[in-house]
């Protein structure tokens, strides 16, 4: 029987992620490995082989490889695709621009042809007819499609031949439908087709046509998934799943014959469903198929899952032979011709002859004959190679790992043998291809295990002594193992007839070559005399017997030794005979092993001399021991989940395990149980080792009993190795106990960590999971330098491919002291080395009077050869300590404070020449003007360095100790929240289109103008038109699109998904117009309706994600900002302030200030009582207004709400001397300065740390001044100065302290104390925004993003520049920085002057990270820029990240978005004045009219249309069923 060559599954569902390939030979574009395997740099699509040759198709290579998979030569897949309707493909070198990659979905050989079909997708269908002998050879290619116009769908694709005149090869192809990006590719919605293989056959090359038509096979309903298909003579069979439900779905086989042309081969549809069981198995997956070779009958073996799940899988035998009996074409499922009404059949049920295996996560089989054997060679999702052979009688032998992978690879749902020495399976994983060896026979080292390893390719042979393939022994002196399995080599019976006379027959379970079989006889020995009588029979190939001259024998039996020699092999067995008869007792277990073991026959549960008894001795293993044990029982394994090397100490717990002596491991199919003693039984729990083992999955373990009975059913889980790939820090110091963490995969079966200066101390884990393994270094001497690591698994140690490096001990040199508040801040000084020790690994503290006082580590920083460490003792009255006690791993080192003599000396030194310069400066002028100067002088320098030092102080003592919680946050409602997102610079379109308080969730029904209008605009054709018409208008502003775009989203708010389909046919046009000009400015602003538009509707469907993920970390920002600015002088007349993050903003003429402690006092009634005090915190340099601001922040923060009177109707009193004084803004006592007046401040005021302020309404306490606030005084900025002094001449500035000089640059450092005490509330926003809780971001984003994607092939835009700009100017851009820079929109606040100017600067730092340019910033960059450039380009990572987890995101269907479109639509219905946004957007129809309705001639538009905007107008300006506001 032949089958048609090249038939080769095609199923893509398995095509695994694409690596990055090479594009020339030579580079590691591929690597040969010594173990017979070849890794690629990218992963494998498909791979076929013919006669002497391999071909690798991958996601950017093609591959020609010897069978022994040295390369022959390769083929790039990436060029660039030119032409109009007809595509042409043209290959480029590496170095050139490329604009196209041929993904490839076929991959066929054509031996008669020498030819190599080569199909897949470009922009649509493409093929290419390549040398089979060098496949750079080009012999034919077009762009049509054959096979999946998908890069990934379940499709197979096979050759198959045609009986005709002459016989004609098509390929044959079952494609799954699946929804091509391209609409304007040709689609073949069928779901078989037969392509022609060369230009003479009708149509042409690649064509359908057959007899000027085109035949196929078409689904009734539902959409196949194709697993496998081939021809054997003329029957063609194809393999699919066919989902019903989510959950059921039926394996169908399809028969076709291939006879006469294309429509009767299609036409002879039949067809039958694969059941697992009498159910139907309806919920079972076909996952993988392999025919098997021979018959007939036709067999054929396939692996199913039988949940549908990847898990539960099982590899089943089928009879296939066609059943040609019913009518063709009448299957329920597919059909050739699908007239209606068509008569159907149900087709036939086909069952399994066999379960073959069960085995975890099977992916793929190949099955081959060998002799009268069956032999399946199973891949799994876990990488393993299993060999398992099955006799005629479908009994199955031990299964074999012939190959196992370290990590968990999955095997493709294909392999291959090869073809030359039929010796190899080609083993596809991921990116890499094995050859393995069908066998490993030379590994048996004697007859005995030749023949017990049960593999139909191995064979002992006499004349070389060794186990090998059949073919490599010379002659035929060779023995095998029989047709049949058979449970032994060699087996015996004895049986005594009616005369009493005994018979030994000795059965070999053997086939042998001619000459073994020639030579064969058999001796039997007894050390006493002769056992065989002289009448013994001639022994008879595979049988010899031996009639026993005596016929009694001895009670304690008569050990026997029988050789059997076939050629020059001799087998040897030991036996012992004994009378069956003496056998006796109640019929236990023990009993009838023994009467199995002297060769006795056991039936009706007695042992005898009888024949054909029962022959397996497995039935005593369903029998009573006779002994008396209680049963037990396993409740868990500790740990159930190990790797295949094992693991030791293992815990079994459970009840009644007091007489357990042995744990047995066993698969479901393994014919040799392990077996593990056990140690420390304490009856409810043992210890035992668990062994390892040649296979992946998941085995069962019971627990032995002295009489070798095995109870209860647990398991153990044997999964892959760990391995490790990178050690964090990478160094340890020599005295050892460092804490550091291994990182790999499967980590959680590591025992303990191995260094090879040290490979008999075991480091044990401290904490260990999957990805990380923590432990402590061991010590190390001096001399060593480096140490390798080793991970230690059960009785294995592995290397990993890292070493870790050993430095001498951390140097502490000194430490000083300093007070700040109630805490001592210390600062450690420690020599710089390559160790990197974190502020973790150190434990200090402060020891005074034999006390320890915690030192809590607070930062480090390096300054040229010296990490400083600095740590805070809390609430201590010490400020300095005797020493340090300093502790790292196992190490404590004790440091004494530091010596300032030295500093003394330098000094001194430093200062003489000083004193020199002074006496020779003295002599050379007058004393007068010399000690003016020098006074001068002095003071200029102590202020600049007072300035300097207080900067250097706070940079670094500032620490993020602003809030970390606010209670409740001020959020707005949605509709404020949208209208002022909607409407930003119009407060009456705001009110005008949101309904009032009270009105919410009541539907308020449309009058009849108003909803004649409303039902226009949901006509797209005319929405569009309209909005094209106004964009042309020249009088049309951007304010008029806004405000146009916004009018039509509160209208149509209740129709979001049409809103959205709007929106992207506008979208689509305007990238249409920018393509053609500059793609990268596309959406940059907000020149179109339509972008005002997208600004919008990201705000619709983002609100939830803002408020759930963003909302609190962008108000906890807001808050810190606030905080911080209020920590320093904020001036009161221009709003610049000390602590700002712009330069602009700086207030750097600040003057001294302190902070001041008051005790508010809140006027209660009429009669002068007063509440509690209330602390508020304040500077001596604020102003009274200021005061009063910071007095009812406090108030609110304390108490949850507002004072009940407001700022301008309140005024504050100072206590001085038993009574208050009030104190105003302006008096007769504030300093003026040339005409312009100095606010009052605490400081003018005198008020001291600590004291009473009271609080009073303006109205019980009339101010002494009748003013308002200064500032409604339209000139207040020029009559008023706060902080910063007025430009006068110097003669008016009499208060001296207002003489210092001040630099701007020296206060430069405020920008930076901001942004760190700010800068874990930014960072902790920013993430919050391009964060992936649970791993997915927003719909609305991965949704947008995908359509853009799709914009960007339909405009073959390949620069994925273009994409990260469209992508950041419609989300970052568009949305998320609108929400930053004005915090007002989700917020009840106010945003000061202040504020913006810093949430401008964080907003900068937001889009730089989005930004993919580099910009090289140098000392006269802006400082807004400066103030973030090393955070940045972490940020810019994090982005990259980010966009491309939202790009490998499973896309969201059409009907899940509308889902959620609809959720927020009726979320928020009612919510807006939808009448009143029709009214206000008919103005503008009524302003351009004529011109709206030119345009919809213009668009063709049919009548009803125009009629209908007639009928509109009507209806308003008639103003009978239309009121206007």
Request: glycine fraction near 6%.
């Amino acid at each position: 029987m032949k089958s048609a060559s090249g038939g080769v599954l095609r199923r893509h569902k398995m095509i695994l992620l694409p690596g990055l390939l090479l594009l020339l030979w030579g580079e590691p574009g591929r690597c040969l490995e010594e173990n017979g395997g070849v890794t690629f740099d990218g992963d494998i699509r498909h791979f076929a082989a013919a006669t002497n040759t391999v071909y690798v198709a991958t996601e950017e290579m093609l591959y020609q490889l010897n069978h022994d998979l040295s390369l022959v030569q390769s083929l790039t897949l990436r060029g660039v695709l030119t032409g109009g309707q007809q595509k042409y493909f043209t290959r480029v070198a590496e170095t050139e621009e490329r604009n196209a990659t041929l993904r490839v979905n076929i991959l066929l050989p054509l031996v008669k042809d020498q030819s190599l079909i080569s199909c897949g997708v470009i922009d649509c269908g493409y093929c290419e007819m390549l040398d089979l002998k060098n496949i750079s050879n080009v012999r034919h290619n077009e762009s049509i499609p054959v096979g999946s116009p998908c890069t990934s769908s379940a499709s197979v694709s096979f050759l198959v031949d045609v009986e005709q005149q002459k016989t004609e090869t098509f390929i044959l192809t079952a494609t799954q439908q699946c929804k091509h990006k391209k609409s304007s590719c040709p689609v073949l919605d069928g779901a078989v087709y037969l392509h022609n293989t060369n230009h003479n056959q009708e149509g042409g090359i690649f064509s359908l046509i057959d007899k000027f038509t085109t035949s196929t096979i078409k689904q009734s309903e539902g959409n196949a998934e194709f697993v496998d298909g081939f021809q054997i003579d003329l029957n063609i069979y194809i393999f699919s799943n066919l989902p019903s439900s989510e959950k059921n779905n039926k394996v169908r086989l399809i028969w076709l014959v291939g006879k006469n042309n294309k429509r009767d081969t299609l036409g002879s549809l039949r067809g039958a469903t694969l059941s697992l069981s009498d159910g139907g198995g309806e919920g079972s997956k076909l996952l993988a198929s392999a025919r098997i070779p021979g018959g007939p009958p036709v067999l054929w073996s396939g692996v199913f899952s039988v949940d549908g799940g990847p898990s539960n899988t099982q590899l089943l035998l089928f009879d296939i032979s066609p059943d040609l009996s019913g009518d063709a074409d009448a299957d329920p499922d597919f059909c050739s011709v699908c007239s209606p009404g068509r008569t159907t059949q149900t087709p036939k049920s086909l069952k399994p002859k066999a379960v073959l295996f069960r085995q975890s996560y099977m992916t793929s089989v190949l099955a081959v004959r060998q002799k009268a054997w069956m032999v399946f060679f199973i891949g799994t999702g876990d990488g393993q190679l299993i060999k398992l052979a099955v006799d005629k009688n479908y009994q199955t032998t031990c299964p074999r790992v012939l190959y196992r992978a370290n990590d968990d690879r999955q095997v493709f749902p294909k392999m291959l043998l090869d073809q030359v020495d039929l010796k190899h399976v080609y083993l596809p994983l991921q990116n890499q291809i094995k050859r393995v060896p069908v066998s490993n026979c030379s590994s048996h080292t004697s007859v005995q295990d030749c023949w017990s390893a049960q593999d139909p390719y191995c064979v002992w042979c006499g004349s070389r002594r060794s186990c090998t393939f059949e073919d490599e022994c010379q002659d035929s002196d060779w023995i095998s193992i029989p047709e049949d399995f058979q449970p032994k080599m060699v087996s015996y019976k004895v049986a005594k007839d009616g005369s009493g006379q005994i018979t030994l027959d000795i059965q070999t379970h053997l086939t042998a070559g001619q000459k073994a079989r020639s030579n064969f006889a058999c001796q039997f020995s007894i050390s006493s005399s002769e056992l065989c009588s002289p009448q013994n029979p001639r022994p008879q190939f595979p049988k010899c017997s031996c009639i026993l001259s005596k016929s009694v024998l001895p009670t304690e039996g008569l050990p026997v030794t029988v050789k059997v020699r076939l050629g020059t092999t001799e087998l040897r067995e030991q036996l012992k005979l004994s009378n069956c008869s003496d056998f006796k007792g109640p019929p236990t277990s023990v009993l009838c092993r023994q009467c199995f073991e002297a060769g006795c026959s056991w039936s009706r549960k007695v042992c005898s001399w009888e024949k054909g008894g029962v022959e397996d001795d497995n039935v005593c293993q369903t029998m009573e021991s006779g002994l008396n044990f209680f049963k037990p029982e396993i409740s868990s394994i500790t740990p159930s989940v190990v790797s295949f090397y094992g693991r030791n100490h293992a815990v079994l717990s459970g009840f009644n395990l007091s007489d357990v002596t042995r744990v047995r491991i066993q698969a479901d199919m393994d014919c040799t149980p392990q077996e593990s003693p056990v140690w420390n039984n304490v009856g409810v729990n043992l210890t035992f080792h668990i062994p390892s083992t040649d296979n992946k999955g998941t085995v069962k373990v019971c627990v032995l009993l002295p009489d070798g009975s095995c109870h209860s059913n647990a398991k153990i889980t044997y999964r892959s190795s760990p391995s490790c790939t990178a050690i964090v820090p990478s160094c340890s110091w020599i005295s050892g106990r460092r804490k550091v963490t291994l990182m790999g995969s499967h980590l959680e079966f590591g025992e303990g960590v191995v260094h090879s200066h040290d490979l008999q101390e075991v480091r044990a884990a401290r904490n260990i999971n999957y990805q990380n393994l923590t432990y402590d270094t061991p010590a190390a001497d001096e001399k060593v330098s480096s140490s390798t690591v080793f991970l230690r698994v059960a009785n294995e140690t592995l290397p990993c491919p890292t070493i870790i490096k050993y430095y001498p001990d951390p140097e502490f040199t000194t430490f000083t002291s300093t007070r700040t508040g109630d805490d001592v801040r210390v600062t450690i000084q420690k020599k710089a080395d390559k160790l990197e020790m974190s502020m973790a690994e150190l434990s200090v503290w402060g020891v005074e009077e034999g006390k320890q006082y915690p030192c809590i580590m607070k930062a480090k920083e390096s300054s040229n050869e010296t990490d400083f460490f600095i740590c805070e003792i809390q609430r201590t009255p010490n400020v300095k300590f005797q020493h340090l006690k300093i502790q790292y791993g196992d190490q404590t080192v004790t440091l004494n404070v530091q010596s300032y003599l030295h500093l003394y000396l330098l000094l001194a030194l430093l200062l003489i020449p000083g004193i020199v310069a002074v006496v020779i400066f003295y002599r050379s002028q007058k004393k007068k003007l010399t000690a003016k100067m020098n006074k001068r002088m002095e003071d200029l320098e102590l202020d600049i360095r007072n300035d300097i030092r207080q900067g250097f102080v706070d940079l670094q003592t500032e620490k993020a100790d602003l809030m970390e919680s606010v209670g409740a946050i001020p959020f707005l409602d949605y509709k404020h929240f949208a209208s002022r997102i909607f409407f930003p610079e119009s407060e009456s379109l705001m009110a005008l289109c949101i309904k009032d308080i009270g009105q919410d969730g009541v539907k308020v029904q449309l009058d009849e103008c108003c909803q004649s209008l409303s039902r226009l605009l949901r006509d797209q054709l005319f929405l569009t038109s309209m909005v094209h018409a106004l964009e042309e208008q020249k009088s049309f502003t951007i304010k008029d699109k806004c405000v146009l775009a916004s009018l039509l989203t509160v209208a149509l708010h209740n129709n979001l998904s049409y809103l959205t389909e709007v929106m992207k046919t506008l979208l689509r046009t305007l990238t249409q117009q920018n393509s053609n000009t500059q793609p990268k400015l596309l959406l940059r602003r907000t020149e179109s309706t339509v972008e005002k538009l997208l600004t919008n509707w990201m705000s619709i469907c983002l609100y939830g994600f803002l408020r759930e993920s963003v909302g609190q970390h962008l108000f906890l920002m807001v808050s810190a900002l606030t905080q911080q600015t209020a920590k320093g002088p904020v001036d009161c007349v221009t709003e610049k302030a000390l602590y700002t993050l712009s330069e602009d903003w700086l207030l750097w003429q600040a003057q001294d200030f302190i902070s001041l402690k008051l005790k508010v006092l809140f006027a209660v009634g009429s009669d002068g009582e007063v509440s509690e005090p209330l602390e508020v915190t304040a500077l001596s340099c604020d102003s009274v207004e200021q005061v009063k601001e910071k007095i009812l922040s406090a108030f609110k923060a304390k108490f949850g709400f507002p004072y009940n009177t407001g700022l301008r109707d309140v005024c504050i009193e100072y206590e001085n001397n038993g009574s208050f004084a009030a104190l105003e803004e302006v008096d007769a006592s504030s300093e003026v300065i040339g005409e312009v007046t100095m606010l009052n401040t605490l400081k003018h005021y005198q008020v001291p740390d600590g004291a009473t302020i009271k609080v009073v309404s303006k109205k019980g306490h009339p101010p002494l001044s009748e003013q308002g606030s200064l500032k409604d005084d339209e000139n207040f900025s020029g009559k008023y100065f706060h902080l910063i002094d007025p430009e006068v001449d110097e003669d008016h500035r009499k208060n001296p302290e207002r003489k210092k000089l001040k630099l701007k640059e020296v206060h430069l450092t405020k920008l930076l104390s901001t942004k760190v005490a700010v800068h874990s509330f930014v960072e902790n926003l920013f993430r919050s925004i391009w964060g992936m809780p649970q791993s997915k971001a927003p719909q609305t984003v991965k949704y947008f993003f995908d359509f853009l994607h799709t914009q960007a092939d339909i405009m073959k835009i390949t620069d994925p520049d273009v994409l990260h700009i469209w992508k950041t100017n419609s989300l970052p851009l568009r949305f998320w920085v609108n929400i930053l820079k004005n915090p007002q929109f989700v917020f009840d606040m106010e945003k000061t002057p202040q504020l913006d100017s810093c949430l401008t600067v964080i907003a900068q730092a937001f889009m730089d990270s989005f930004s993919l340019s580099e910009t090289q910033l140098g000392k006269y960059a802006p400082t807004n820029k400066l103030l973030y450039a090393k955070d940045i380009p972490k940020f810019k990572q994090e982005v990259k990240a980010y966009y491309k987890q939202i790009k490998d995101q499973p896309p969201i269907t059409e009907s899940e978005f509308k889902e959620f479109l609809q959720e927020v639509s009726k979320k928020h219905e009612n919510e807006f004045n939808e009448s009143a946004a029709l009214r206000e957007l008919y103005k503008f129809i009524q302003r351009y009219f004529t011109e709206i309705k030119d345009k919809l001639d213009q668009s063709g538009a049919p009548t009803e249309l125009t009629e209908r905007l007639h009928h509109v107008k009507n209806s308003f300006d008639g103003l009978k069923s239309c009121s206007w506001n």
